[in-house]
């Protein structure tokens, strides 16, 4: 079967995805065959243009119109229109692949997880860092053992984009439209490989901070001459911390900032155990450094072997990978879920009894997350522990 | 003037200052002259070997033999006898340089402090990171604004010293001699460099963990043969982390660890601000990396040059120093205090008004420190953010 | 236009010039239009099959029958056929993409440079490293003077996949089919960098050792089990070093080896000047070390910023590429000159006068860098220095 | 017995020497007891000065007053003043320390090792890197095998205060005081490493470079304000690199340079072998990089264990070591051999059957790696390869 896929959005997102899709034939050749079908967004010309170039047979101005035809829907949107599309994709028995985080609140992610789950095809969150090579291969080595018993656990992803108080305002900054800050942003990343390495997040203590209270409207040139440039409220956080317990006793910490000068995509991982140790860097991504037992210090390992993980499929040892291979290994995992789901049940079939797959991190994996998203805010809000629902 | 210099505790911070003492001669020749005067200890065997190496004229196994008759007394002993000997000693009006935390509980450190004030003689807290050339180049931006406001402070001591579950029992594993556990020992230094560097912590929450809760007692030779190791419990953190807010708004977060497989002396120190940001690693001291403005990644700077924090008094550029150094110079700012305070006013004066000099960290500041340890405790227990007092 | 590629080989260099062309369209939408017509090789069914997978029109079993019809054609097999169908297609006017070395022997790239510069059109030698931002941006900061006069260039490009004696024989270890060991596949990147960054290769003193003479033939079952497994002769060098006199008075010193255990494809440059020092590692090519006039220290630059040479294209800051992109880079920039020189001329013009555009590296430079090998080799027979012609 | 030690210089290395000795007591208590008798020089001021700051008991402005009535005897003049005193101390039987490199030329290291061989008391020459603990715990890796059969070696020794043409004269830059520029004074530590490490070096290929001819000569402030600066001219060389063949086949490269800007003290060494490789950095000392057999990357391993080389003599494990402890180490193996051969055999004994005991890096150690920079300079003027005598 061909799978037709069906993208709401053609930004940043549009763009890694499309690329992912376009990619699967020549380095994934045991792939479904893909066909980037529609692509679905408000401003036609812009649309025009980005279908054309992201190589889309058609556009659509309407999700409406697209949830029930294709064969998958991509909702690549800004948080706050997560909710609707893909619980009526769900409804029309499409597997979705919608970005993280899954909503803006608790309620819209209980919603999507719902109707995943009454839907029985796949779904997924799209927590791409899941399919970094060296991440798999630090799954494999948690799940060997080699670390013992996992004793922490520390999570930071820093970005600078916003250190400026004069850089714009933007949706990501409203809490209508992105829920959260960094967050929800980045922090929904931490948490889920802090869930897909370790387990998952029993109680936490949150701490969110607003640096800048409100931002100007980008190009307002009227008011710029007026020297009134118009601003709008930041009703996020530009920043979070947090602590910790994860399921069998790791303490964690978590924090993310949009503030941190100097770092542009910098997401850390470190784990410690009673055996071993590693660290992980995501602007190093093609290496992965591990205490090994036996061993006295870290030892960084060039995750690009053969038989590393995903890595046959690409270039010879010492050839690093990119951001953007993630992409295509989520998809790949996705896409193959999709079709094999499809192809065992006819429509909305799967692996699993209920049709979904196996595929993870799915739309459950997403409100397992939004859950902590939760209650690290409402921490924030009582100024105490709180546990995880 | 020759300072006579009585140290209760002849080990590990013993040789630390021993050394320190005697190095200052060649290397500091404006320091004041210095005798290691009397070594305090218990055990008259042990102690009169320790003398001999480290250089000390006589031994007293009993400090009140001692606090009076020295120009300056050094409290190296473990964390509950800190308080008594201390006060003795300044009530006798002479200088006391105590080591870190400043006592077990903030009731301790609050009758050292004032009993500082009442003297009016220099104090020390030996919180010898201050003196790490690097950090003293860190405190120097910041002073000048190179960094601007600063936004996040982050701070971790991990150590793996207790890993192992069968590694033995000792006094700092309990808290009735210890106080607390990875909190005091090495938070304590990460919230000194806090203050130092940013400013005073104004609320925290805090999160200690124990997770090994009883130890076998060493050399238990008997007990092993018959199968019946005798344990102590473990009555102390094994670890902690934080959130904190920091005056004038920074954000923070601290973390020690005695579980951190594969980290053995691992301070690390990182600050973000509006204009810059730094980072510091105690394993690389020489080294401090620094965002400056105008530049767009870190910048790894050897600390070494001339003119850099007390380098001229050690090696050209390039020859790099230890962790011990740290001491001399703390050594060279305490001893100097206490000499130019003695001379000031026969005995007890000072530079400042009220003959205490200005030597920092003094107890003031190891007070400052112990609110904020006592401050985390508490919000561990009750499960809330704490206001520091 | 479109521009009607064809390829010899379907290999590793196959495979990552096809992923190149293939990726254009999304990412430069200003590249010309580019179809991939015909895949050139001798086993028909692994041809058919790789000419699937890599999107390719057609497939051929004789360069002969394509390098008159194609619009632009790639050489990307074992260096002994560099020669001759790269001469034909250039007598038949069509633009040449050669991989590196340009050929065995300084003969066989004297008589390409020929014809080439009798053909008039662009040629490649396939050089990708020259694509990298990092490297763009240290030509950038070295055209401007931020170095000053360059004193030192070092080049080292190791590799381990030789180390184990029983590595099994390749062509990549025959004179006769690759020319040179480890000097012409690896050193010839470095020396191509060093004309790059710096300036020619004036004078060299070389240095070549094989170390294992012989190896065993992959796949001989039959004498494995008779315990007499066939072997043949290593001819070429496994590792060398050069020391060598630039332009301007640089001095440089060059290495590669396949026995560098542990180090996989680990091309480093290092280059200091009396302003200002950089250091560039394949492995982290999203990287550069530059130590700029003004600063202490080495700053660690991540070339992911959207002005960034090539970076615009592709993600936002901190999204860091992969090594395959170079030659995305690569083609786009020698595609667009084989259109750009058709467009002016038909068949054979370009922007400049004769036509060959100003595409580099081309055969001119491969020729340079052929008789920088050439010379190592002599120096290393004769023992002495040698002049490059 | 106590070693009485003369001292002839009182700048870098006689502080350097002084605070070793001065040391042992504390940290080495099975070391002799060593007095620091006498220190020569010419400037009797600041002779008396440094003599006061570094302990030594009385002075002398003629070494031949003192070369007979010390137990041993510190040569760290310049240079050119190597031969005579060293070889009048030997043969009146006093054991000699000698700065490196041994001699200006081949011809007085020969004699100062002929004087030693003849003297059969125990000699030095400073090569005080043997004694970092991780190039000891490097020594021991590659003793036991763990790097295979070693084919690479490399050393790098990169400094820049000569980067400035502005730099003023010193007598480093004379070949009549200091026989080579950065070949003898950085060169000669990399060379006894590879010596020390891997094995003699057989035969090499050099180059030397001076880059600015004459420097001006420093506090010429008459000169300076007639706008007539006096220089005097450079006849040495500010950089060199070489290629050479070890003992056992492996292939080496050397370099050094007073111009690579931005880097102080950066002594390199990386070393290759079949089953493992390792890298050593003396700008982070405490730090070994080793890629294991069975591991995939180099381990990071901090040389702070209680059981490696020195180490229990000083801290716990993570509190870092700095430059200055390597002639800590160094004076305790060398006054220990002194005091060993004087204890054997009244004096002039030794360990060994000719008095000599067992100390390396020797003057035979010293005469060797002259043989070593002799034939690299022979080598830079034949513009050939030179066999090492």
Partial sequence: MTVRVGVLGYRFM???????????????????????????????????DAADRLGFENTATDWRDVVEEVDAFYNLG???????????????????????????????????????????????????????????????????????????????????WLADPEAPWSWRNSAEMAGSGALGDLGAHTIDLARFLVGDVERVSGHLRTFVDERPVEGDEDGAERGEIETRPVTVDDAYSAQAELEGGTMATFEASRFSTGHKNDHTIEIQGSEGSLKFSLERLNELEVLRKGNRGYETILVTEADDPY????????????WEHTFVHENYEFLSAVDGAASETGRGGGETADGSGDYHPNFEDGLAVQRVLSAIQESDERGEWVEVA
């Avoid at 992912?20 to 034939?25: D, H, T, W, Y």
């Avoid at 095809?121 to 090579?133: G, L, Q």
């Avoid at 890595?311 to 990119?322: A, Q």
């Fill in 311 to 322: 890595v046959e499929h690409w270039w010879p040892p010492g050839h690093v990978l990119g």
């Fill in 78 to 160: 800004p948080n706050h229109v997560h909710v609707e599309p893909s619980v009526a994709a769900l409804k029309a028995g499409t597997p979705v692949l919608c970005e993280k985080p899954l909503a803006n609140d608790l309620d819209g992610a209980e919603r999507m997880a719902d109707a995943a789950e009454d839907a029985g095809v796949p779904t997924a969150t799209a927590f791409n860092y899941r399919f970094v090579p060296a991440i798999r291969y630090a799954k494999n080595l948690i799940e060997d053992g080699a670390l013992g018993e996992i004793r922490h656990f520390r999570g930071r992803y820093l970005q600078d």
């Fill in 14 to 48: 549009g763009k890694a995805h499309a690329n992912a899709m376009a990619r699967l034939p020549m380095f994934f050749p045991d792939a479904p065959d893909v066909e980037r079908h529609v692509l679905v967004g408000r401003d036609e010309d812009a649309l025009a």
